[in-house]
């Protein structure tokens, strides 16, 4: 069997054994190495956006320092979900390998299935989108998008120190 698919199977077995979640592992795989890896912990964490596929892509974030993770494969012991999928590619991960598929995770349970077939425009709305609007403007105008504002409070708190210390010497 494929060696990163049974690391990812390894993952969702310990998840089960400490009843942090469902049958779900997951690991992130650059260049034949294992950056990323998490299973199934919605039941843990108390929080429904903890898949495997979520955690282990957050895993290999902060592991590698991006948000990018183009060249990156997948590897999952079910097929992902609305969420992961999006998540997925959100992180620019061309590959994905899944074992089960949508049909074997809803026999047990899960809602995948449906997720995917359920029209989304019941349950959307658009509302005050001239207002939204500015905020898009706001934001498309800014030149350099991922430099850092400077952080004023912070500054101030540095010019105060320094002033203190001043004082401190005379
Ligand atoms: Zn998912």
Redesign the pocket.
Known sequence: MNFFMQKAIEEAESGIHQRHGGPFGCVVVKNGEIIGKGHNEVLKQNDPTC?G??LAIRDACRNIGSYDLSGCELYTTAE??P??LGAIMWANIGRVFYGCNISDTDAIGFRDEKFYNTDKTAMLTETDRRECLELFDEYHNIADKTKKRKNQAYTLRKIQSICLFAFYLY
């Open positions: 898949h596929e979520m992902p979900c969420m992961c």
